[in-house]
Every structure is written in structure tokens, then in C-alpha cells.
């Protein structure tokens, strides 16, 4: 029996306030006022309703509990004078709002990792070599410095791609570039854990990587790890891995997934800002998955018109 109120694990929101809206009202999450809502990052950027979506979710109190996308650090960054906006970015409703000062103050007091129940909330993974506590006091490093008086000069140097390579060794800017590269930003590695930042389509493309949460001896195995970030992997679940982020910014589906039995709520994010080749769309149609003994029941699925059915692995 649960005896923890409902917690619904989301994957990536990029913007996509209307999807939002609509599974925060969805009967399975909205009837129940006490559930918790675990959000994997990237809550901003890409989408056509950052601004909106920001202030959703940090309007829902201690109801949420949200860590760090590499959407929301360059969000901070480009309110800081760090960074320009790209031109895919959708970041200027919220830089022109009158409440950008409170609004970037919250956000950059949100965690890296929170871990509960078992579950280790990231973006984006987990390096092979570190455990739980070892990824949640690495994170505290780098959300210590955000939280702090002098995190314009922290957060400035945590942005590129160097060193790909864990050692405890690792001293100050490099250290915490690579803590934050590896919650926010990884997918595939090399077999010796090294992170690979060019690859971002499906995982089966290998070119001699694999995904990070496939190498072996993971020293956080025992829990299970939930993430989002990865649009061309799906929804991937198995029993120790949940993967959340099913390209809602693309015009897929936003996907909520009940942690005590894994129930799947989706909701249709047609129309959300950026469009895919029809080629990779039906790529991507084939790309959600659900792991060996993880619930498959229609009873289990709660998608909305237009959701995409998770498939079994074999």
C-alpha cells in the first residue's frame, strides 16, 4: 500500500505551458490537490509560453519539486549577461516580464538531483561512477555556488565542454563544469564513462558510444534513475531507468508517469512551437518503450487523442 501522497514524475515542458495546463488538470493528477510533482528540467526555452510556464510551476509552491535543465542555466545566463539568446530561443517574455528578477532568484535555488523514495530525479544522467550520495553532494557543490552571492562568476565558467572525464581530482571551475554537464547535458558515452556531447539522436546509432545509463557497474544502480532532456530516446522505462522526455516542444506528447505504479498520463502537445521531419517523427513514434515487468495494461495508460502508445521491449 502507498502510503506517500501520489508523486507524478514530468518529463520536459520547454515552454509548453497549454500542455501543461492541460495535465495539471488531467482528472488522474488534478482531483488530488495533495499530489507531488517531480519536474525533470528544462522547464523553459524552445516553446511558445516560457514565461507562462515558469510562473505555473513556481506558482505550485512546495507541491513541486523541480531541478535544473541546460534550458533553465542558459535562461540564468542570459539574464546575467553570460550568454545571448540563440535564435531558437524563447526567452524574452521572460527577460521583459516585471517579475524577472523574482522569477530567475527562484530558479536558480532549484536543485541539481533530488532524491526520494528511491528515485533519483536528474535532467539528464548519472555518471557510472558516482552513487546517489555521491551525486547529491556533487550537486550541492554546484547548487551552493548558484545559490550564493558571487554565482555570476561560478555560473559564467561553467559553460563548454571540457573536461569529459570524472577523476576526484577535478578542482574548482573544472570540477563544477563537469557536475554540471553530466546532470544537465549528458546521453551517450564511450564504454570508459567519457561523456560525448555530438550525439543526439536515437541511442541505436551507437558509433561506438552507448547510453549512459547502459555502462556497466553504475554506482547508482540500486536506485532508479528519472530524466528527461533525451527527446530522441522516448519515454524509456525499465526498472531502474524512467526516461520523461517524449519531445513535447516538437509537437509530440508531454508525459507524466505516477511513481508507486508507474500509470502513464500523456497529453498531446500538437501546434507547441518547433516542427519535426516527418521522417523523424515516425522515427521517434517507435522510440517509446517500456522495460521487462513494467505495467503495459490499457489500465496502466491514461493518454490523451494523439498520445503515442508506449511499446514493450522485447
Known amino acids: 500500500m502507498n502510503t506517500f501522497p501520489d508523486t507524478w514524475l514530468i518529463g520536459d515542458i520547454q515552454g509548453c505551458c497549454a500542455p501543461l495546463r492541460a495535465l495539471l488538470a488531467h482528472p488522474d493528477i488534478g482531483s488530488d490537490p495533495h499530489a507531488r510533482l517531480w519536474f525533470a528540467g528544462d522547464l523553459v526555452n524552445r516553446g511558445p509560453q516560457s514565461l507562462e510556464a515558469l510562473r505555473t510551476i513556481a506558482g505550485l509552491g512546495e507541491r513541486a519539486v523541480t531541478v535544473l535543465g541546460n534550458h ?24 521583459d516580464a516585471p517579475d524577472v528578477d523574482d522569477l530567475i532568484d527562484w530558479l536558480r535555488h532549484r536543485p541539481l538531483a533530488h532524491y526520494e523514495q528511491g528515485h533519483l530525479l536528474v535532467h539528464a544522467g548519472v555518471p557510472a561512477a558516482w552513487s546517489v550520495e555521491k551525486t547529491l553532494n556533487l550537486a550541492a557543490e554546484v ?3 548558484l545559490r550564493g552571492k558571487d554565482w555570476r562568476r561560478h555560473l559564467a565558467n561553467m559553460f563548454g ?11 574548482g571551475e573544472q570540477r563544477q563544469r563537469y557536475i554540471v554537464n553530466a546532470l544537465t547535458r549528458m546521453r551517450m558515452c564511450a564504454e570508459n564513462g567519457e ?13 561506438g558510444l552507448m547510453p549512459w545509463f547502459e555502462l556497466p557497474d553504475r554506482g547508482a544502480a540500486g536506485a532508479t534513475v528519472v530524466f528527461g532532456h533525451w527527446s530522441a530516446l522516448g519515454l524509456h522505462m525499465t526498472p531502474h531507468v524512467i ?7 516538437w509537437g509530440r506528447q508531454l508525459t507524466a508517469v ?15 512551437g518547433r516542427q519535426e521531419s516527418g521522417s523523424k517523427q515516425a522515427s521517434q513514434e517507435q522510440r517509446q518503450r517500456i522495460g521487462p515487468s513494467q505495467c503495459a495494461r490499457p489500465s496502466c495508460a491514461s493518454a490523451s487523442p494523439g ?8
Do not use: M
Open 143 to 145: 547548487q551552493d555556488a
Open 243 to 249: 526516461g520523461l522526455d517524449t519531445g513535447c516542444v
Open 307 to 314: 498520445s503515442t502508445a508506449a511499446r514493450i521491449r522485447p
Open 195 to 207: 561523456l560525448n556531447f555530438s550525439h543526439k539522436g536515437p541511442p541505436e546509432k551507437r558509433d
Open 258 to 272: 505516477r511513481l508507486h505504479d508507474r500509470k502513464l498520463v500523456q497529453i498531446s502537445c500538437a501546434g507547441q
Open 72 to 95: 533553465d542555466l542558459h535562461l540564468i545566463a542570459v539574464y546575467a549577461g553570460i550568454r545571448k539568446q540563440g535564435q531558437s530561443d524563447t526567452l524574452t517574455d521572460i527577460l
Open 161 to 171: 565542454n571540457e573536461p569529459r572525464a570524472w577523476a576526484d581530482t577535478l578542482r
